[in-house]
């Protein structure tokens, strides 16, 4: 177990629709990403965000967008979703600055279906 | 695009055997990390190694590491059917940056 939760576990959306992922880091960790793990493919990094702000983002459309509140929880928001979006989302959460830790903590991931 | 590679994909072997599986990058990197997954579920991290260190070991696991030829390894000894998993390399930029690329990993069976 590492601490970082994800809801909800499975999800089922038509397309078109829009979805919202969470997380919740592990306790005392300030960064997390977020991650697309199509089937039979490895993670595919999709946005990071550190204290609240985006700190790098992958190959993906605008409409993959994030949010990191205070507490160092996150949502994941797919607007506009097309059947490609069927995948594994993982957030993963690690600790930048001083006493950083740059092993990621991963999520047990929210498996998305689009039809 | 995925930064690792690794090989072979598909792996079968013995409980009790070795496993060795192998991971190629492309760009320098600052550390590279080697995840475990289990039947689609979350990553489990197994070890880091940093771009200046050659080997590491944490309980059955080696990992070494070639800069020169951007390449890892991955092995695990006497296996066990718990072992049977999923298993991607990730590559590390630089020191501020969290993002890791990933391979499209090895998946290895350990037959009873």
């Known amino acids: 177990e590492t601490g970082v939760t994800q809801s909800p576990t499975h999800l089922i959306k038509t397309r078109g629709q829009q979805v919202t992922l969470r997380c919740s880091s592990q306790?005392?960790?300030?960064?997390v990403s977020w991650y697309q793990q199509a089937l039979g493919q490895g993670p595919q990094f999709i946005f990071q965000?550190?204290?609240?702000?985006?700190?790098g983002r992958g190959n993906f459309p605008p409409r993959f967008s994030g949010l990191q509140f205070p507490n160092y929880s996150s949502e994941l928001n797919v607007n506009a979703l097309e059947l490609d979006d069927s995948a594994l989302y993982l957030c993963?959460?690690?600790?930048?600055?001083?006493?950083?830790?740059?092993?990621?903590?991963f999520g047990p991931g929210t498996r998305l279906l689009v039809l | 695009s995925q930064q690792g590679e690794e090989d072979p994909q598909a792996l079968s072997i013995q409980e009790g055997e070795n496993a060795t599986m192998n991971c190629s990058y492309k760009?320098?990197?600052?550390?590279l990390q080697w995840y475990r997954q289990n039947s689609g579920r979350g990553l489990v991290h197994l070890i880091l190694?940093?771009?200046?260190?050659r080997e590491k070991h944490s309980g059955r696991l080696r990992v070494t590491l070639d800069t020169s030829k951007k390449s890892s390894s991955l092995l695990i000894t006497a296996s066990r059917a718990a072992d049977t998993a999923s298993y991607f390399c990730?590559?590390?930029?630089?020191?501020?940056?969290?993002?890791?690329?990933f391979g499209a990993g090895t998946t290895v069976t350990v037959r009873a």
């Open positions: 993963a959460s690690s600790l930048a600055g001083v006493s950083r830790v740059e092993t990621q903590y």
């Open positions: 306790s005392g960790h300030n960064t």
């Open positions: 965000y550190y204290r609240e702000e985006e700190n």
């Open positions: 760009t320098s990197i600052n550390n």
């Open positions: 190694i940093r771009s200046n260190e």
């Open positions: 990730a590559t590390a930029g630089h020191s501020n940056d969290y993002k890791l690329s």
